[in-house]
């Protein structure tokens, strides 16, 4: 299975685009503060089931082998099948999901605000980075109904979109079954402009017969920052996932 993903997006104020029209008279208006509640804001008392993980300092001690890794953490959502790669993750929130054969349905999922679900509810994670996410935020209960038709949940995923230096970094997992993940990674920062560049291969045999699987995923993204109202992203994700075999649920003396 071969995925290639490339998103752009400008955003820019009305005011760069059209101009400002100086007025005929000064008028003087009263401050106003508007305040917005957001999933990112912590400790904040709002009626909604929200949990923030942070993963940016800690992310190196995790296999990044299946997502379900970073949702231990969460109360209220479950996870199924993180251990056979050709049936993908199965994601329940509160029970949304829970009817699901394989795959992930019922639930949103963002990653860097791109949506991730299709139209018919159905979501697919096969070519998101572990190795690069920041932090989720998850939703649960009906206020994720805010988000989409038929959202049981949302699972917001934040990736590393800032850096302070440059950087290089190579990685390099080992463990049983042949499992073997080679990583590079790398930033750089260029005034108001930031590269991220990750890609990673990740294979192994599995602990059952016929559970083999092996992942080629390469992630590119630039941010520029024209001004403090006008921002420019570009996202580049290639996934290639040669083999990703499906173990069943009887031995071979059953069949």
Known sequence: MNRIIIWLCIICSPQNIFGQQDSLKAVKLDPITLKVSRISEKNIQIPISISHLEFEKN??????LSFNEYLLEAPGIFALNSNNFS????????????????GIRGIKILVDGIPETTPDGQSQIDNL??????????IRGPSS???GNASGGVISINTLDNISKNFVKFGLNMGSYQMQQYQVAFG?????????F?????????????????????NLRMRHQF???SKLNFHLNYTNSPNAEDSGGLTIEEV
């Open 87 to 102: 049936q993908d993750l199965r994601v329940s929130i509160r029970g949304f999901g829970a009817r699901s054969a394989f």
């Open 227 to 229: 001004s403090t109202t």
């Open 129 to 138: 980075n572990l190795s690069i996410i920041k932090s989720i935020e998850i």
């Open 59 to 64: 992310n190196d001690i995790r296999q990044q």
């Open 198 to 218: 990750q890609g990673n291969k990740t294979s192994t045999k599995g602990y059952r017969n016929q559970s083999g699987f092996e992942n080629y995923n390469f």
């Open 188 to 196: 750089l920062k260029r005034k108001n402009t930031n590269y991220i």
């Open 145 to 147: 109904a805010l988000y």
